[in-house]
């Protein structure tokens, strides 16, 4: 991809009077200042520009782009505009644009598409190129093969650095990216990696046998794209070799292909953390209010059902509320507490599960260690709420109920919010469902029935205790109020 200079452009600041300009300019057809307006602009800047215009505007303004700056901007486009534009563009310039895609972007691409739509333009483009993104769109979808592009530049190692250097110059501007090149043998496994440095600082006569890397960094063909994205990140790389079950290199993935991957699955987990399911991130904003609502309304309907069983709890133990109405005033109080210490607990046991660094530290351990936290909580905590609850109620029983109740809930809802989404992830499912809204439903149910049954219990035995360590009566009337 070639790079320009550097435009003088605030994003945030001038887009929105670029955006302006833009839009004014096409619509007095004034076309010849358009081209000199984005001519010093980058690509992925043109894209943000000509996605904030209107629809009926985009074409016009795509069209005005030069063929090759139009490849380039158009996949750097929002799928909604990309499929826009293809209906609003002739047959001849779509296919045009489609056949000198990247092969990883076309799939990409093709992905957003409606199925007649996708065979429609498979069956127009050159051999070659249906060859190859067939064989993409045939692994399986998040994995390094769907991810992957076939343009990279693989070498032999009985070349010398002289050959070598003259095929990366052949083949560079075909080739997504030529600072890691792959060396692979007649039957195009994979052998050796070696950087363009290593290449350029090689002596010409020397044999890339003898400069390259033998011990290669790969991913397999099925590999997750989070699995992917995490060697990436932990090795440094610009590109990771993709390699088939056979080992021959068939592909690469390259770093902003990962970013893109980490923001995808950034934005899952943070839909998932708030029970809205995912759907197509990209347009959500974009969507309407009907599409919106069917994406929340299908855990908020679990956890109202779910809160039910809170409302049953109260019900089923009217008893001891009758008995202290006062009792009541504090189930907000430790329901709240207990979805609170709960959510903290599976926020950060689900990060540490997708960063990998709960690994070293083991789950057992996390979750006891959770636990323990939660027992801290719920003391110092319990220094706060005990003596203000003895306090209004006026009474020890409110106190000893609330405190004793806050220790318990915060201690099992910290369990909980470690074990839920340790134990999903076992099972194969996704952690981050096991967020605040799921934990929180959880706790106000166990933690009302925890509160009520201890405020019932030391109700029916308060008279008991009372008498065996012999205080006055009085002090036994006012704990009755």
């Known amino acids: 991809m070639t790079e320009k200079p550097a435009a003088p452009l605030n994003i945030g600041l001038d887009a929105d009077l670029l955006l302006h300009e833009l839009q004014g300019l096409l619509e007095m057809g004034n076309y010849d200042a358009v081209k000199p307006l984005l001519s010093p602009l980058q690509e992925v800047d043109i894209a943000e520009v000509i996605g904030g215009l209107p629809r009926t505007l985009q074409a016009l303004a795509f069209r005005l782009l030069s063929k090759d700056e139009a490849i380039e901007v158009y996949e750097y486009l929002e799928p909604p505009v990309q499929q826009s534009l293809l209906e609003l563009l002739r047959s001849g310039e779509v296919l045009e644009l489609v056949e000198e895609m990247s092969p990883d972007d076309r799939v990409r691409l093709f992905d957003e598409l409606p199925a007649k739509v996708v065979r429609r333009l ?46 990366v110059r052949r083949r560079a501007r075909e080739t997504e990216t030529i600072y890691s090149l792959y060396v692979t043998d007649a039957g195009r496994h994979l052998t050796g990696i070696l950087s363009l440095r290593d290449l350029v600082t090689a002596e010409p006569e020397n044999r890339i046998g003898d400069v390259m890397t033998r011990e290669v960094v790969s991913v397999n063909t099925d590999t997750d794209q989070e699995e992917v994205a995490r060697a990436i990140q932990r090795y440094d790389f610009l590109a990771v070799p993709v390699v088939d079950r056979e080992r021959r290199l068939v592909g690469i993935v390259t770093v902003d292909d990962v970013i893109d991957v980490i923001e995808q699955e950034a934005t899952r987990d943070l839909y998932a953390a708030g029970a809205v399911e995912a759907g197509d991130e990209d347009d959500y904003f974009q969507s309407n209010l009907f ?34 109405v006062l009792l009541a005033a504090f189930i ?15 926020t ?70 470690a074990a839920f989404p340790l134990l999903f992830n076992r099972l194969g499912w996704d952690p981050a469902l096991m967020s605040t809204p799921f934990i929180t439903t959880c706790t106000d149910v166990v933690g009302t029935l925890i ?25 036994l009337a006012a704990i009755h109020f």
């Open 122 to 167: 498979l069956s127009q483009l050159s051999p070659v190129e249906r060859r190859v993104t067939a064989q993409l769109l045939g692994y399986a979808s998040e994995t390094a093969g769907r991810l992957m592009t076939t343009e990279f530049i693989d070498l032999k190692e009985v070349h010398s650095a002289a050959q070598a250097l003259t095929i």
């Open 291 to 324: 599409t919106v609502a069917r994406r929340r309304v299908v855990w908020l309907s679990v956890l109202v059902v779910a809160s039910f069983v809170t409302s049953e709890v109260i019900a089923v133990n009217e008893e001891v509320l009758k008995e202290v």
């Open 332 to 346: 907000p109080l430790l329901a709240g507490t207990g979805g609170n210490v709960g959510a903290q607990s599976s």
């Open 348 to 417: 950060v046991v689900i990060r540490g599960l997708s960063t990998q660094s709960i690994t070293s530290l083991g789950e057992f351990r996390a979750v006891a260690r959770e636990a323990t936290a939660g027992l801290l909580l719920g003391l110092l905590m319990m220094l706060l709420v005990v003596p203000f609850a003895w306090w209004r109620g006026q009474s020890p029983l409110v106190g000893l109920s609330v405190g004793t109740s806050l220790l318990a809930i915060t201690t099992l809802a910290a369990t909980a919010g």
């Open 451 to 475: 509160y009520l049954k201890t405020a019932q219990w030391l109700l029916l035995n308060m008279p008991q205790l009372v008498a065996a360590t012999g205080i006055s009566t009085q002090l």
